[in-house]
């Protein structure tokens, strides 16, 4: 069936687990780290043009048009497929930027995703991931919508099944800068890789904690607070920090009582993306 207009669900991840094992020589940094989704997101809507335009609708704070990876990845998508159609292009954001839960990232790949849909591209996933890896090394997690482990620097993926807890995220008013942390000498850049499948329990670091730690007060205010109820981590180099529960309720309750404070929300962990439930029910 051809579409005019979409509207799809843009979904944040989580970090459970990031180890940085070494530097390449480009500067970028060897990683192990186990992605999971949050039944959480942004919405983006898309309605086919009549010319070959690419309009992003909604206004950003601090991104230009052009930078937007909205924007950035339905041009490389247009160009590579060498389609004649364009788009207008609507976004509800509700994701923090900055925050380690991939919200740009994500923006890309549900513009990918869609996009080979309304122009009826047939691009496989392999092909719509390989042009996500160029945009950030997190859009291909997004366009395959599993739960994953992944090495390199987060673009070999072996899906993984880990327990879908209820997670209460806390938002610290700060945006971390990725490159910023990736650069700072006191990064522990040693850690020896994980050899076995599944990530055996017990393997929750984030080896980028100790300096966002250091850097953002916000960011350890709140991992102190919610360490009072569960183990409270940082997803990505954050500046997000997260727990889980086993209920919405539990998570709701300790919800309640810090976000006088901070801001946060609580969201189901999913090992199957929202994006990836919406586009199988309109197949
Ligand atoms: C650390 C993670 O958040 C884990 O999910 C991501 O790998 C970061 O992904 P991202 O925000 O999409 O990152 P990119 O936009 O690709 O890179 C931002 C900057 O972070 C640094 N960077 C990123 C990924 C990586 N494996 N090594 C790095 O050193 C680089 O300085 C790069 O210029
Ligand atoms: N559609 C977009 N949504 C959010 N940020 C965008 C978008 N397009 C460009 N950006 C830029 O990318 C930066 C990083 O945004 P993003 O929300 O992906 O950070 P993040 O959650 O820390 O991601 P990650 O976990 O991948 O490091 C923003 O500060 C913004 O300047």
């Given amino acids: ?25 480009d500067g970028y940094h060897e990683l ?17 043009r009549d010319d070959a335009e690419i309009r992003l609708h909604t206004e950003f704070d601090g991104v230009p048009h052009d930078s937007n990876l909205i924007v950035k990845a339905a041009k490389k998508l247009q160009e590579q497929s060498g389609c004649t159609q364009g ?31 309304l122009w009826q591209l047939g691009w496989d996933e392999d092909r719509l991931a390989a042009l996500g890896l160029t945009l950030g090394a997190d859009v291909p997690v997004f366009v395959r919508g599993h739960a994953a482990f ?14 879908e807890p209820w997670y209460l995220v806390l938002v610290p008013q700060v945006s971390v800068s990725t490159a910023e942390i990736f650069s700072d000498p006191l990064l522990t850049r040693d850690t020896p890789p994980i050899k076995v499948r599944p990530v055996p329990k017990g393997n929750s670091r984030n080896d980028c904690l100790p300096v966002v730690a250091r850097r953002y007060p916000e960011v350890r205010n709140a991992l102190n607070l919610l360490g009072k109820f569960t183990e409270a981590k940082l997803t990505g180099t954050g500046s997000c920090v997260f727990g889980g529960f086993p209920s919405k309720a539990e998570a709701d309750k300790v919800s309640a009582l810090l976000t006088e404070t901070l801001t946060g929300f609580v969201a189901k962990g999913s090992n199957v993306s929202m994006l990836h439930r919406k586009l199988q029910g309109l197949l």
């Fill in 32 to 48: 192990q780290t186990l992605f999971q989704f949050l039944d959480y997101g942004d919405e983006i809507t898309f309605a086919l």
């Fill in 87 to 117: 788009i207008d292009i609507w976004i509800d954001k509700i994701l923090p930027m900055g925050g380690g839960i991939g919200g740009g990232s994500s923006n890309a790949a549900t513009t990918l995703l869609g996009l080979n849909h």
């Fill in 150 to 163: 992944a090495e390199g620097v987060g673009e070999k993926l072996t899906p993984e099944y880990p327990e």
């Fill in 1 to 25: 069936m051809s579409l005019e207009k979409l509207t799809l669900p843009s979904p944040a991840k989580l970090n459970l687990m990031l180890h940085i094992l070494g530097r390449r020589e």
